[in-house]
C-alpha cells in the first residue's frame, strides 16, 4: 500500500561518526511530515569512526534496525530495499561518492527515496568545498538563516541549482530553559576531540580549567568528554584531556564526565568552550555560554564563527566573575531558536518532504553538480576512496561488490579492521607526533 495511504513511511540514516548518526536520526524524526509515522532503519559506514555500542548508547537514539556497511553493501541495499526518505549524514565526499552510486543503483526505477543530507553544525571552514560535495541532494539542510543565505549563494555562484537548501535548525537542542543558578555552581567545559590539536594548547586550557575549580572551591567543575580512549568521533582525538589530567592533583570539586550533553547541560550554569556546538545547545537554552579567546580567534580554532555573539571571553575574565550576555540578534540567526521558535523550525523540510513524495511520476534522477564532465580531476579521486569508479559502480575488488561474505570472509574482515582502526587511532597519531620531533 502507498506510504500516503497508511500515513507510514520508510527511512534510512546512513553515517559515518557517533555525532553524524546522532544527526541524521534526529532530523528523520523531526523532518518527516507530521501526520506520519516512521519505521527507522541505520547504516554505519565502516571506518576510523564507526560509533562503538558505549557511544551508540551515549547517543540515546535508537532505530528499528541498525548494522554496519561498507559503502558498497549499503549500495546494494539501497537496491534491494525500497525506502521513502534516505538521510545521508557523512562527510562530504562520502554524501559525493553515494550521490553517483545511488544515481546508477536507481536508473530505471519506478521510483526512488527523497535523499536528504546537511551539516551536524557549524559551517565554519571548507564552506564551497563541503556544499558542492552535497549538491545532487533534494534537500541540503541549512540549520540556520545564516547558512540558507550562504549555501544559496555558493550554489548560485557556481551556476547549480540552489532550490534543494532548505532552512532547520539544529535537530538536537531541546531540553528545559535555564531559569537560574544551581546548588553548587555548575562551570562545564565542552571538550573538542580536534580543536586545539597541539598537547601545549590543550594543557594550558586543562591547567586553566583546573585553576579556576581551585580559585572558586564553592563552584562544581566538569570536564565534559566526548569519547574515551581508543573512541573515535567525528574529529580524531590524538591527546585526550583524561590522559594529559591523569597525575595531576585535581581539586575535589573538579571532575570528568561523559553522557549526554542535555543531561550535563541540565545542571550547567555557565558553559565554556573553544568552538563546540555544545555552545549552540546552550544557547537555546539561554544559559550563559563563553567561547574562549585564551589561544585567539581564529578560524583553523573554529572560535572566529562566535564574533558578534556577546559570548567571546578569557580565562581572566571568568575567574574574576564575567557572565557573558549573547547578542539577540546575532542568536536569531543561528538556529538555534532561544526565542521558542524550535518547534516550527523544521516545518519547511517537512513540507518539502510531504511535496516530493506526492511528486506525480515520482522522482528525476539525481544530479550532483560535480560530473566527470565539471571535475575530471577530482570526481574520480573522490569515489575511488569508496570503491567506486567515475560512474558509481564499484570497482573490481571493491568490498562486498558481488556477493555477501561467507563466514570465514567475515572473520577475516574482522580482523583488518581491528587492526586498520588500530592503525588510525594508535598508530598514525604516535608517527605524526615523531614526525614533529
Request: aromatic letters at 6%; glycine letters at 10%.
Amino acid at each position: 500500500m502507498p506510504a500516503s495511504a497508511t500515513n507510514s513511511l520508510r527511512v534510512a540514516v546512513l553515517a559515518d561518526s557517533d555525532t553524524r548518526w546522532k544527526w541524521g536520526a534526529l532530523t528523520a524524526q523531526r523532518a518527516i511530515p507530521a501526520e506520519s509515522d516512521i519505521r527507522l532503519d541505520g547504516y554505519l559506514l565502516r571506518g576510523r569512526a564507526t560509533p562503538t555500542a558505549r557511544q551508540l548508547q551515549e547517543v540515546g537514539v535508537h532505530a528499528d534496525s541498525l548494522r554496519e556497511v561498507t559503502a558498497v553493501e549499503f549500495l546494494r541495499a539501497m537496491r534491494a530495499e525500497s525506502y521513502d526518505v534516505l538521510v545521508l549524514a557523512l562527510v562530504g565526499g562520502a554524501v559525493q561518492a553515494m550521490l553517483h552510486g545511488l544515481r546508477r543503483v536507481w536508473d530505471g526505477a519506478a521510483k526512488r527515496p527523497v535523499v536528504v543530507t546537511g551539516y551536524v553544525g557549524v559551517v565554519y571552514e571548507k564552506l564551497a568545498d563541503g556544499l558542492l560535495l552535497r549538491h545532487g541532494a533534494d534537500l541540503v539542510l541549512a540549520n540556520s538563516r545564516q547558512d540558507a543565505d550562504r549555501f544559496r549563494a555558493v550554489y548560485e555562484g557556481v551556476g547549480a541549482d540552489a532550490s534543494s537548501v532548505t532552512e532547520v535548525a539544529l535537530p538536537f537542542l531541546g531540553g528545559e530553559p535555564y531559569t537560574g543558578e544551581h546548588d553548587p555552581y555548575t562551570v562545564v567545559f565542552a571538550a573538542q576531540p580536534s580543536v586545539p590539536d597541539s598537547r601545549k594548547d590543550r594543557t594550558y586550557l586543562l591547567n586553566r580549567l583546573i585553576e579556576h575549580a581551585r580559585k572558586h572551591p564553592e563552584r562544581e567543575v566538569l570536564l565534559k568528554l566526548r569519547s574515551k580512549p581508543g573512541e573515535h568521533t567525528t574529529h580524531i582525538e590524538e591527546l585526550p584531556y583524561q590522559k594529559l589530567a591523569q597525575g595531576q592533583d585535581l581539586p575535589a570539586n573538579f571532575r570528568l564526565v561523559y553522557g549526554h550533553m542535555g543531561e550535563v547541560l541540565d545542571r550547567t550554569d555557565l558553559l565554556v568552550t573553544v568552538s563546540s556546538t555544545a555552545a549552540l545547545e546552550a544557547l537555546h537554552r539561554r544559559i550563559p555560554t563563553v567561547i574562549l579567546t585564551d589561544l585567539g580567534v581564529r578560524e583553523v580554532l573554529g572560535n572566529h564563527h562566535f564574533v558578534g555573539s556577546g559570548c567571546l571571553a578569557s580565562w581572566d575574565q571568568l575567574d574574576a566573575g564575567h557572565r557573558p550576555a549573547p547578542d539577540e540578534e546575532w542568536v536569531a540567526r543561528q538556529g538555534v531558536a532561544a526565542d521558542g521558535s524550535y518547534g516550527t523550525a523544521f516545518d519547511p523540510a517537512r513540507e518539502r518532504i510531504a511535496e516530493l513524495l506526492g511528486r506525480p511520476g515520482g522522482l528525476p534522477p539525481l544530479n550532483p553538480y560535480y560530473t566527470t564532465e565539471t571535475a575530471p580531476g577530482y570526481l574520480p579521486g573522490i569515489l575511488a576512496r569508496h570503491h567506486l569508479g567515475p560512474d558509481g559502480s564499484p570497482l573490481p575488488g571493491a568490498p562486498a561488490a558481488d556477493k555477501a561474505p561467507g563466514p570465514v570472509r567475515q572473520i577475516v574482515r574482522r580482523a583488518a579492521r581491528g587492526a586498520y582502526r588500530h592503525g588510525v587511532q594508535r598508530v598514525a597519531p604516535v608517527i605524526r607526533r615523531m614526525g614533529e620531533l
